[in-house]
């Protein structure tokens, strides 16, 4: 599927995988965050050596949101999915309430809040995911078509979310077919054909 | 006469206090696209549902009102791995027409047609499971395709879908049109104002229906 792929992605920077349905973008997007294992070559996640690191450890620096949010989702209501994360981090019940709640606030699915998130529709669901994984504050993002499923006005939203991860610092990987979201969102694009990435473009 | 009329639909699915869909009509004629676009939640997927007859027979919840068709309704879900499960691709289009105890050669046919009409024809052998996103949304496409349903409704066929493919995809749905099929598109951007006859708005359970991109009136 990927032969003799090299990429550096950067922190702090915004890149874009684009290309056809087959290309290896989601297979690439999974190698990137440890999900799969390369069968030959070196990984390394912020330095280190990603064959020596256990998914958990990957998870603190590496937020992945899948192409299907279904995949991802496994609690019993929507506050729960967001909290899991930080629950699981042994991060305080308080700290834990205020961002739910902000986040709940920012997708504007509060009146989803104790919502069974396998009911949801799958822009709902889209939203959830991705509140759940900006709960962790990750280093780095990796986003599987995040607008799929979204409207119009809540992918401006999502847009603005975006600018103020950039602002912080927060480096991402988009994976899109949404030319107008790349636009908006990419400062570097690459193109992705067969398994080999044909280009590097800085906008 | 209509190829399908929706009368006083509303649905509110099991716990929840909210109608997601409030007195809901509709009619949809012959060799005619319908888009229905509106906001994430606002009951779109749900209201394919009940047009294609899934609710109320699959999904349980309060359901009131009709839907009448005539002849077949093929849904493609929003959630292709919903619907794909067969070890090849192969198998997954010839499922429906095995079902309907057609023909070897005409269900062999009929796979040919839909693997070149999408360009799938070097996915035949393919896992489906193994396929990319968009590339299942194809395959889920295709099986609905070659029961050729009267009636298509379509719950974000496009949205996984590079440009390229994209563009067929509508060739296809334009030609299914020109045969005198019915079809109706849920789709949140703009990708399908193009081959629309008609566009309806629903959010908060209503239904509103927008003008058409040629002009023409709003109700």
């Not at chain 1, 709902?124 to 990750?138: G, T």
Request: aromatic share 6%.
């Amino acid at each position: 599927m990927i032969d003799q792929l090299s990429l550096c992605l950067y922190k702090g920077e915004t890149t874009a995988l684009i290309g056809p349905n087959g290309a290896g973008k989601t297979t690439l997007g999974k190698l990137l965050t440890g999900i799969i294992k390369p069968a030959a070559g070196q990984l390394l996640i912020f330095g280190e050596d990603a064959r020596s690191l256990p998914l958990s450890r990957i998870g603190q620096k590496v937020g992945y949101c899948f192409q299907n949010p279904r995949q991802q989702l496994l609690a019993a209501s929507v506050e729960e999915e967001i909290a899991f994360g930080l629950v699981y981090r042994g991060v305080r019940r308080e700290t834990i309430e205020t961002t739910v709640d902000s986040l709940l606030e920012l997708f504007e699915i509060e009146h989803l809040r104790r919502a069974f998130p396998l009911n949801l529709s799958w822009g709902e669901k889209r939203r959830v995911v991705l509140a759940a994984c900006l709960a962790l504050n990750p280093q780095y993002l990796v986003l599987d078509e995040p607008t799929v499923g979204l409207d119009a006005e809540r992918i401006r939203t999502f847009n603005r979310v975006l600018a103020r991860l950039r602002e912080n610092g927060i480096g991402m990987l988009l994976i899109s077919h949404d030319q107008e979201f790349v636009r908006e969102n990419a400062g570097r694009i690459l193109p992705m054909e067969g398994g080999s990435i044909i280009d590097d473009l800085r906008i | 006469m209509y190829m399908l009329e929706a009368k006083s639909i509303s649905f509110r699915y099991p716990g929840q206090t909210k109608l997601i869909l409030e007195n809901i009509s509709m009619t949809l004629e012959a060799g005619q696209i319908t888009a229905l676009t509106g906001p994430s939640g606002g009951g779109k997927s749900t209201l394919a549902y009940c047009l294609s007859g899934v609710i109320p027979a699959q999904i349980k919840g309060e359901f009131s009102g009709w839907v009448t068709h005539q002849g077949r309704v093929g849904i493609v879900f929003q959630d292709a791995d919903a619907q794909v499960f067969l070890p090849t691709v192969e198998d997954e289009l010839a499922f429906g027409p095995e079902n309907l105890c057609l023909p070897r050669q005409e269900i062999a046919a009929r796979i040919n047609g839909i693997l070149e009409l999408l360009g799938m024809e070097d996915l035949r052998l393919k896992n489906p499971a193994r396929l990319s996103g968009g590339q299942k949304q194809l395959v889920a496409l295709g099986g609905v395709l070659t029961l050729a349903p009267d009636i298509l409704v379509l719950d974000e066929t496009l949205s996984q879908l590079d440009q390229i493919t994209r563009e067929r995809v509508k060739k296809v749905l334009l030609a299914l049109k020109n045969q005198g099929r019915t079809i109706i598109m849920i789709e949140h951007e703009s990708k399908i104002n193009d081959i629309a006859d008609q566009i309806w708005l629903l959010a908060e359970g209503r239904m509103q229906r927008l003008p058409s991109p040629t002009g023409g009136e709003q109700s």
